[in-house]
């Protein structure tokens, strides 16, 4: 894997993930407490500040720029690999797919196989990206919000790690993989 593919992918998660995660957590305590969006975004926003927005994402923040590395690793890796084996060009080879350059060499892959070089980049990430998840999720709804009646109290979690060991000690390894099916079809 090249460090030019490392350094997009590492980026590239981390600039998705601060953008996207407050969102996210407005999403996720909106689906977990029941109530309206703009209610839940205001309720976390009165009660935990603009923190509340960003909650969890610590844990997140370092997993999604590994992934993305990952994916990007794999992308290329298989790409290449699908590069060498094709002798001549195939039925689904046009001269107008994307180019890479190699040691002033142009090398041509098409369309077909920059898809299952993608496709095969996401079913490799799948097995970091579901955990992440699962994490994630768990520590953005530790901390309750006040207007839920029945959650008030101490949080259940201490962190990433407590999830984790958590998790595995109630549900064995495969509680980390809850939701794997419908992440594989994201």
């Known amino acids: 894997m090249g460090t030019c593919d490392f350094v997009a992918g590492w980026a590239g998660g981390a600039l998705g993930l601060v953008t996207g995660h407050p969102f996210d957590t407005v999403k996720v305590n909106q689906q977990n407490l029941g109530i309206g969006m703009t209610k839940c975004a205001k309720d976390l926003f009165i009660n935990h500040g603009i923190r509340g927005y960003f909650r969890g994402m610590a844990f997140p923040l370092v997993a999604a720029s590994a992934i993305n590395s990952v994916y990007f690793g794999i992308y290329r890796v ?37 898809f299952v070089a993608g496709c095969i ?66």
């Open 78 to 114: 298989s790409l290449e690999h699908m590069m060498e084996l094709r002798q001549e060009p195939n039925l689904f080879y046009f001269k107008e797919s994307q180019v890479e350059e190699t040691n002033s060499t142009v090398r041509r892959h098409s369309y077909t196989e920059t």
């Open 121 to 186: 980049g996401g079913f490799g990430q799948l097995f970091l990206t579901c955990p992440v998840e699962v994490v994630k999720i768990k520590l953005q709804t530790n901390q309750p919000l006040p207007t839920t009646l029945s959650m008030k109290g101490v949080a259940a979690y201490r962190g990433p790690m407590d999830v984790i060991l958590h998790t595995i000690k109630s549900q064995g390894l495969r509680g980390l993989y809850q939701g794997m099916g419908i992440t594989f079809f994201r």
